[in-house]
């Protein structure tokens, strides 16, 4: 293997693009609530992000390595190295937090990561328990980005930070749901009970989302309605048209659920910085 196919691969199979998608929220939340971009903690959300998406990969090696075989090839190929990198990116996370933070900040950090750990550890026991609990679960660790950059930000959690929260969550949730059609018979074979597996069929659950993909601008609607929100908020909307897309889409027989899940499902937050940004450019902002 090259050092091009290395890096690229890395890219892909690292937790990376993820990453990028949680420092797009904390990035989207800054410019809504016109908190001066800290851009330091742009990169503290992607640092946290990486620690726990690598920990949960290499926990999960073993499942993986049915469902996701690249990936695990990709990271056997660090070796005795490979036990180290969450550590790694956690030390980075907390030393950053620790020198930028404030006291409270360090410890909603702390209770994010603890979060994130928990359900690697004993998340996938309870989703076997419990209908929907990894998507909900996931969902609101993820909306808790938009709590975290008001608390790091020293911004009050008022009614535009809790609109924005349910906000994000709801659209993680969609996301989250999609992703698990893809992973059903896993699922399956593990005993999880995801959100979309308490519907009848593959064509209930997507009708679920098309309804979850409405419903979820309606925090936003409402913050415009009472102020809270200024309107270029309302250039989000954008995101209906891609959710809508690949959750029709993969309706059909022949559907690459894989695909629309990476390129579509989970790009969607790349796109929320560039959906405020020429909110804000055409509407004079």
């Keep these: 293997m090259g050092r091009s196919d290395f890096f690229w691969n890395e890219f892909v199979y690292g937790g990376h693009l993820g990453s990028i998608g949680a420092s797009a929220i904390v990035l989207t939340t800054m410019v809504l609530l016109k908190i001066p971009v800290r851009w330091e903690f742009v990169l503290l959300a992607y640092l946290i992000t990486q620690c726990l998406y690598n920990y949960n990969h290499i926990k999960e090696l073993n499942i993986d390595s049915l469902s996701n075989s690249p990936r695990v090839t990709h990271l056997k190929s660090y070796g005795g190295f490979l036990a180290f990198i969450p550590g790694l990116y956690g030390s980075m996370f907390f030393a950053l937090l620790i020198y930028f933070g404030n006291k409270t900040s360090i410890l909603f950090g702390g209770l994010i990561l603890v979060l994130g750990l928990f359900f ?100 936003l609607l409402l913050g415009v309605f009472f102020g809270v929100l200024n309107t270029y908020v309302l250039f989000l909307l954008l995101s209906f048209i891609i959710s809508f897309y690949y959750i029709q889409k993969a309706k059909s027989k022949d559907a690459d659920i894989t695909s629309l899940t990476s390129i579509l499902a989970d790009g969607e937050l790349y796109y929320w910085p560039f959906f405020i940004f020429i909110g804000l450019l055409l509407l004079g902002y």
């Design 120 to 219: 690697t550890i004993k998340g996938k026991k309870l989703s076997k328990l419990i209908p929907g609990f990894k998507s909900f679960y996931t969902a609101l660790t993820w909306s808790l980005m938009v709590i975290f950059t008001a608390i790091y930000c020293s911004y009050p959690t008022d009614l535009s930070v809790l609109l924005f929260f349910i906000f994000v969550f709801l659209r993680i949730l969609i996301n989250v749901s999609f992703s698990d059609i893809k992973d059903l018979e896993t699922d399956r074979k593990e005993g999880l009970i995801t959100l979309v597996m308490i519907f009848k069929d593959k064509q209930q659950s997507l009708n679920f989302l098309h309804i979850l993909n409405v419903l979820s601008f309606t925090p």
